[in-house]
């Protein structure tokens, strides 16, 4: 399947003479762009067509060639990743509105780089960068990942797993181990790459990257701290994220832009019904201004909808339709939160039905799906040694299956 994703966007629609070139920005804004006496696709359609194309990379791909792809940069001969690189390989972000660029990343062969650098912003992942180089390579690609793979509501559970000698601290070897616990089942270690040895995967007995992590906190690092470093890392994604549509860097967004940001991680079969919703938002609604602190408070909701799921399920169950006031109060008592007004407008008219109801199981589902870690294969095995409960499982049993083993393989080996 890797291999599919991995194929020319040309490939994926050869049948048309008439696909645009490998470009990430148009030499002119206006839709059907003259080229060479021939008129190309229309400018949208091409944006369409890409972000469907980079969508499979980061649904099918291995870690190795989604880094391949979206690394725009070269250091030292090697593909690198600047901070926006990093949030268009893991988070599915759809082209801004009034944006000319076509796609955000290129395959080996072809050269481009990033349009919109956002400077400020790099310094979010300068922990990550050990050489100080202004970029990130694999390695460090690969410890982004891992790190964000810990749901905020978890990193509790998940310290008290990886807490072996449970003194209440991670010290650096602990987290050695554990850590290559989550390559070896992410399949991201050298025998499991799709193009082995093309980037290789740092000597854990010269861990740089984990030394970083507690050059200050002495003998090991409190839950506090581990809180405090993985919820940086997640606000850092999220400014990001939000930076992308931000062009004009206003500290604001188009509710178009929300309403694409919302609907990107649905399955690439229903991606398209959702975008078009998202086209035919009025026009009100569409122009509204949209704050940092609104699109956090959508994102707060996201990482929250395992939460909600059981309320959503149960009420389409019972066949209770959910309009926008009964949504409102749903979320104002199983979260204790509640969504500015022009964001849950937006949020219903994509998600919404002719009568103005939720369809909370497609809402459920493209939430869900935005909250997985692109190119992150979890272990076929679960903690009970079922196959298909390690396939199906959630992300804290996923985690707690694999630091179980890691505990078991320690103990077993001082036995």
Request: negative net charge; contains cysteine.
């Amino acid at each position: 399947m890797a291999a599919a994703a991995a194929a020319s966007p040309v490939a994926l629609a050869d049948k048309s003479s008439a696909l645009p070139p490998v470009s990430a920005v148009d030499p002119e804004p206006a839709d059907g762009v003259v080229t060479g006496g021939s008129k190309l696709l229309p400018l949208s359609m091409r944006q369409r067509i890409f972000f469907k194309y980079e969508k499979r990379i980061r649904d099918l791909s291995s870690l190795e060639k989604i880094y391949e792809y979206f690394a725009t940069h070269e250091h030292a001969g090697t593909k690198v990743m600047t901070s926006q690189d990093v949030v268009r390989a893991l988070v599915p972000t759809y082209p801004p509105v009034g944006s000319n660029v076509v796609r955000a990343g290129f395959l080996d062969g072809e050269r481009g780089h990033s349009q919109d650098s956002h400077e400020a912003q790099q310094q979010l992942l300068h922990f990550f960068d050990r050489d100080q180089s202004g970029t990130l390579d694999f390695n460090e690609f690969v410890l982004i990942v891992i790190c964000l793979s810990v749901p905020e509501k978890d990193i509790e559970v998940v310290f008290d797993v990886m807490d072996l000698d449970n003194n209440g601290v991670i010290d650096e070897e602990e987290f050695k181990q554990v850590l290559a616990q989550l390559e070896r089942r992410a399949g991201i270690q050298q025998g499991f790459h799709s193009r082995a040895g093309k980037h290789a995967i740092v000597d854990r007995d010269q861990p740089e990257m984990v030394h970083r992590l507690f050059q200050e906190a002495g003998a090991g690092v409190h839950l506090s701290k581990f809180r405090a470093f993985l919820q940086r890392l997640q606000e850092g994604m999220l400014r990001l994220e939000f930076a992308h549509y931000d062009t004009a860097g206003k500290g604001s967004i188009s509710g178009a832009d929300l309403a694409n940001s919302l609907v990107t991680a649905a399955d690439v079969r229903r991606v398209d019904a959702l975008l078009d919703k998202a086209e035919q938002l009025p026009p009100q609604l569409a122009a509204a201004r949209i704050s940092y602190k609104d699109f956090k408070a959508m994102a707060a909701l996201r990482s929250s909808i395992y939460s909600l799921y059981f309320a959503l399920d149960f009420c389409t169950q019972i066949e209770r339709p959910l309009s926008r006031e009964d949504f409102a109060k749903l979320i104002s008592k199983t979260l204790r939160l509640k969504l500015p007004a022009t964001v849950m407008d937006v949020l219903m008219h994509v998600f919404g039905d002719e009568q103005g109801r939720l369809d909370g199981t497609e809402f459920v589902q493209v939430m869900k799906r935005r909250n997985k870690v692109p190119g992150y294969k979890r272990g076929p095995v679960g903690i009970s040694g079922s196959e298909s409960e390690g396939q199906n499982a959630g992300p804290v049993v996923s985690w707690l299956n694999c630091c179980w083993q890691c505990t078991v393989a320690d103990k077993e080996s001082r036995d």
